[in-house]
T-cell receptor, first 112, second 116 residues
């Protein structure tokens, strides 16, 4: 079935460090891929998305590239800030494109 | 409304009692979703509405769980005879058309349910 596997957390980095959070998905159909972010005390928000192979989604300095050959959608940011501390969820659309299937989430903490 | 509204934000109930959780989606959004987020777990899909009908209720964990949507708007998730394993944050999301590819979801802030 459709599933998403994320890098285990928690992840702790220092400010201005380079961030990668790994995400792989099951290669069924032609899914769209998403990253959602949940800041402390808030609801989930869409961070970025990519709808087809080789597309790059970007927002707020974060980027992720849809890699069909490796079934991956890794989240990257060149220089993280304390305000990036949050839980990050990778997701794919299911084969009917009616719902999203989420990974387990990765908690990121950035220390000043 | 401006966003997806869920109520109550917190609910503590005794084991065996019934609870109702409410979701008010963004006006005009035809698709509505319920997810459950347990401590340390990802988001578990429960049910999806398109208008008032539920084409996918495959995620409801048992027949104690039910949901309805009326007027293509407000949805209620009901849990009967609550158990401690039902403790979680219940998230509602809405989407303009239900096509996950194009629009993604807008999530509410969730209802934190604690069964004691």
């Amino acid at each position: 079935g459709d599933s998403v596997t994320q890098m285990e957390g928690p992840v702790t980095l220092s400010e201005e460090a380079f961030l990668t959070i790994n995400c792989t998905y099951t290669a069924t159909g032609y899914p769209s891929l998403f990253w959602y972010v949940q800041y402390p005390g808030e609801g989930l928000q869409l961070l970025l998305k990519a709808t087809k192979a080789d597309d790059k989604g970007s927002n707020k300095g974060f980027e992720a590239t849809y890699r069909k050959e490796t079934t991956s959608f890794h989240l990257e940011k060149g220089s993280v800030q304390v305000s990036d501390s949050a839980v990050y969820f990778c997701a794919r659309s299911n084969q009917g494109a009616q719902k999203l299937v989420f990974g387990q989430g990765t908690r990121l903490t950035i220390n000043p | 409304g401006a966003g997806v509204s869920q109520s109550p934000s917190n609910k503590v109930t005794e084991k065996g009692k019934d609870v109702e959780l409410r979701c008010d989606p963004i006006s005009g959004h035809t698709a509505l979703y319920w997810y459950r987020q347990s401590l340390g777990q990802g988001l578990e899909f429960l049910i999806y509405f398109q208008g008032n009908s539920a084409p996918d209720k495959s995620g409801l964990p048992s027949d104690r769980f039910s949901a309805e949507r009326t007027g293509g708007s407000v949805s209620t998730l009901t849990i009967q005879r609550t158990q401690q394993e039902d403790s979680a944050v219940y998230l509602c999301a809405s989407s303009l058309t239900g096509g996950a590819d194009n629009y993604g979801y807008t999530f509410g802030s969730g209802t934190r349910l604690t069964v004691v």
